[in-house]
T-cell receptor
Framework: DTEVTQTPKHLVMGMTNKKSLKCEQHMGHRAMYWYKQKAKKPPELMFVYSYEKLSINESVPSRFSPECPNSSLLNLHLHALQPEDSALYLC????????????FGPGTRLTVT | KQEVTQIPAALSVPEGENLVLNCSFTDSAIYNLQWFRQDPGKGLTSLLLIQSSQREQTSGRLNASLDKSSGRSTLYIAASQPGDSATYLCAGGGGTSYGKLTFGQGTILTVHP
């Protein structure tokens, strides 16, 4: 099973709200990733977790706060977002960080009003 | 910094044609090259992964090649079908950015009956 699941599928939030995105995989992968994808653009890496520790932060604003509570679960906490943060947020996982195949989830479509 | 370019940006072909999508990258120290398919509003589906030590990979009607010395990869699709219509993304892994996938802008493929 090479499935990565993400919830919710769609999210609409106001600029003062706090919400969270959830990602789960049960492939035993020890690397998990958050990407942001704007319309008609390729995905851009936000964060990388390796063995539940943050290993890469691509200078993402602090209004995005990642969390990896265990090896199967990755969260992205959102607070005080801006309308320009509206995008498709994709989660991915791989066996480890490095030359392993990345598997992507279906994404969460986020709209900030 | 790794840069990945895909040509053409869009391609429209009649059903049954064989076609080639091109991907070039600037950092030849990549450890792998991954091809993905993305349907509108959906996540990424991994098609083929080529490790840096490999020259090509095949899956069904798909064949991907990798030439690190020239900084190029191609995705060959045989006997195209309308169901192949999607955006195809290539992504280079590693190089000077270990742990990162750097994506090209994608090729939008339309296969018409």
């Amino acid at each position: 099973d090479t499935e990565v699941t993400q919830t919710p599928k769609h999210l609409v939030m106001g600029m003062t709200n706090k919400k969270s995105l959830k990602c789960e995989q049960h492939m035993g992968h020890r690397a998990m990733y958050w990407y942001k994808q704007k319309a008609k653009k390729p995905p851009e890496l936000m964060f990388v977790y390796s063995y539940e520790k943050l290993s890469i932060n691509e200078s993402v604003p602090s209004r995005f706060s990642p969390e990896c509570p265990n090896s199967s679960l990755l969260n992205l906490h959102l607070h005080a977002l801006q309308p320009e943060d509206s995008a498709l947020y994709l989660c991915a996982s791989s066996q480890e960080v490095g030359p392993w195949e990345q598997y992507f989830g279906p994404g969460t479509r986020l709209t900030v009003t | 910094k790794q840069e990945v370019t895909q040509i053409p940006a869009a391609l429209s072909v009649p059903e049954g044609e064989n076609l080639v999508l091109n991907c070039s990258f600037t950092d030849s120290a990549i450890y792998n090259l991954q091809w993905f398919r993305q349907d509108p509003g959906k996540g990424l589906t991994s098609l083929l992964l080529i490790q840096s030590s490999q020259r090509e990979q095949t899956s069904g009607r798909l064949n991907a090649s990798l030439d690190k010395s020239s900084g190029r990869s191609t995705l060959y699709i045989a006997a195209s079908q309308p169901g192949d219509s999607a955006t195809y993304l290539c992504a280079g892994g590693g190089g000077t950015s270990y742990g990162k996938l750097t994506f090209g802008q994608g090729t939008i493929l339309t296969v018409h009956p």
